[in-house]
């Protein structure tokens, strides 16, 4: 299990004010808009430093940096996580290294996103949601339609070859042709990836107390086919339940997620999962920034045996091409028998598709995914 791919994440928590629908980690940033920037990323390298040990001498793959919101941060404060990143860990040739940015920080033009380009930053995650002004007054965006689109087109001329769009679908009073509006302004300009997400209502968010009135279930599904299906004739292959790319331009760190593999979190509350011998543990870092800033701790937790199974599923099978039987036993370090029971149920229910090349889930597997992962305890 030693050749288990690793990634980094870096949490920064700021962001200019709270979106109702966001339970991420994220704190609105002082009036004055002062952030820590250089105490913040000599405790990110230090938090670094002492889970570098944990992880063994395996090279990064992948760096994402996410929020919040990390376009906050000025480029020389990048440049300086990214050198001292470069000191700390082994960087893989040629490793995929996405920040997040919301258009509203990108208003200065394509001189600002080049120098995070220079930083070392090569894929960047533009956090659009949508281009409907409506929509975006309701999910409390700071930035417009017009405002998106220069984003995106900055991005380009700062030298960009790999952008991720975000969308949301299953918004309030949202249609199906509203939907697919907001998709084909996406596909006319042409990112390499859009992530397409359905609006969910999450606890401890401004929506969970006040809920606005969503979509009904039959147009949820209605939006989702029609969206799927004008993305696909757009040339974005479907490669997980939200995400669609086009050709080689996955990304590369989602699937290291997806296929159970190793990443280090650091960062206020960021999150992590590492393979240590024959354990596998997650970590999870002080979730207030002033308390990561002032030390903070990280928080081992041990998953047990008995709940890899499910930990490996609920994330391998968000892909539609699934995965290879040996991928379990690689990652686990369980036998590939104790899947038997639930690979029938879930086959007889037409959920499954099974060979031995590959498992994968049906599109009604797809659809109800999380019905799906029920078999799993009663396996």
């Known amino acids: 299990m030693n ?38 990323v000599e405790r990110l390298i230090a938090d670094l430093a002492a889970e570098r040990e944990h992880a063994g001498n395996r090279p990064i793959e992948s760096i994402f940096i996410g929020g919040g919101t990390p376009s906050l941060f000025s480029a020389s404060a990048i440049e300086a996580l990214m050198a001292g990143i470069d000191k700390t860990v082994r960087i893989a040739p040629g490793a995929e290294i996405t920040m997040e940015a919301n258009p509203g ?23 659009v949601q949508s281009f409907n002004p409506a929509h975006l007054a309701v999910l409390g965006r700071i930035h417009s339609p017009l405002e998106a689109r220069r984003a995106f087109e900055f991005a380009r001329q700062a030298g960009f070859e790999n952008i991720n769009l975000d969308l949301m ?44 009135v969503l979509p009904a279930e039959d147009m949820l599904s209605d939006i989702y086919a029609a969206g799927s299906t004008r993305l696909s004739e757009a040339g974005y292959a479907q490669y997980e339940v939200s995400a669609y790319s086009t050709t080689g331009r996955q990304s590369r760190h989602n699937l ?31 979730r207030l920034p002033r308390d990561y800033l002032g030390g903070g701790r990280t928080l081992v937790s041990p998953i047990g045996q008995e709940e890899l199974p499910l930990e490996f599923l609920m994330n391998a099978l968000r892909l539609p091409g699934g995965f290879p039987p040996e991928l379990f036993s690689d990652r686990t370090g369980l036998p590939f028998s104790r899947l038997d029971s639930f690979l029938e149920r879930a086959t007889a229910r037409g959920l499954l598709s099974v060979s031995p090349e590959r498992i994968m889930p049906t599109p009604l597997g797809t659809r109800f995914l999380d019905s799906m992962l029920l078999l799993v305890d009663d396996a």
Do not use: M
């Open 3 to 40: 050749d288990i791919p690793l990634s980094l994440y870096v949490h920064i928590p700021w962001c200019v004010r709270k979106c109702p629908y966001c339970d991420f980690n994220s704190h609105a940033a002082d009036a004055d808009g002062e952030l820590p920037e250089a105490a913040y």
């Open 105 to 127: 920080t990108l208003k200065e033009g394509a001189s600002r996103l080049a120098a995070f380009a220079e930083a070392g930053i090569n894929r960047l995650s533009i956090g």
């Open 169 to 212: 679908h299953g918004l309030p009073e949202q249609d199906i042709d509203a939907a697919l509006a907001d998709l084909d302004i996406a596909i006319e300009l042409g990112p390499e990836h859009i992530s397409w997400y359905q609006l969910t209502i999450e606890p401890n968010t401004e929506f969970y107390r006040r809920p606005p």
């Open 256 to 286: 290291g997620y997806w296929l159970f593999g190793d990443y280090i979190g650091i960062g206020a509350g960021a999150h992590g999962k590492l393979t240590q011998g024959d354990s596998i543990v997650r970590t999870r870092k002080t």
